[in-house]
C-alpha cells in the first residue's frame, strides 16, 4: 500500500498498517503489519510503500487498517490537530 507524507499539510503517515486475508469474504486470517519506521519530522512530499511480503498465500478479499498518526506534535505549525493519512494506490500481486 502507497502511502504519501508531507507534514506541512498535516499529512502523516500511518503508524502502522495491518493486514487480513480471506478466501470466503467471512472469516479473516491475520497476516502480519508494516510500521512506519520513518522520521516524522522530515519536510517535503514524500512517498513510501508499506509492503507486506506473502508467499503461497491463496486469498480472494484482503482487509487492510491503517492506524492514523494522530495529533500533530508539539513541534508542528498545526499542533493539537488531527493529521490525515493518504494512501494513493495498493498493489497486489
Known amino acids: 500500500m502507497g502511502c504519501h507524507q508531507d507534514v506541512r499539510s498535516w499529512i502523516f503517515y500511518p503508524k502502522k498498517v495491518d493486514y487480513w486475508t480471506s478466501v470466503d469474504g467471512e472469516k479473516y486470517n491475520y497476516q502480519g503489519n508494516v510500521l512506519a519506521n520513518f522520521p516524522d519530522n522530515i519536510e517535503g512530499s514524500l512517498q513510501k510503500d508499506f509492503t507486506l511480503?506473502?508467499?503461497?498465500?491463496?486469498?480472494?478479499?484482503?482487509?487492510?487498517?491503517?492506524?492514523?498518526?494522530?495529533?500533530?506534535?508539539?513541534?508542528?505549525?498545526?499542533?493539537?490537530?488531527?493529521?490525515?493519512?493518504?494512501?494513493?494506490?495498493?498493489?497486489?500481486?
Not at 58 to 71: C, L, M, Q, S, V
Not at 80 to 92: A, H, P, R, Y
Open 53 to 93: 511480503n506473502i508467499k503461497n498465500l491463496k486469498a480472494r478479499y484482503i482487509k487492510i487498517k491503517a492506524e492514523n498518526y494522530g495529533i500533530c506534535p508539539k513541534w508542528h505549525l498545526g499542533a493539537g490537530g488531527k493529521t490525515w493519512v493518504f494512501v494513493d494506490e495498493l498493489t497486489i500481486k
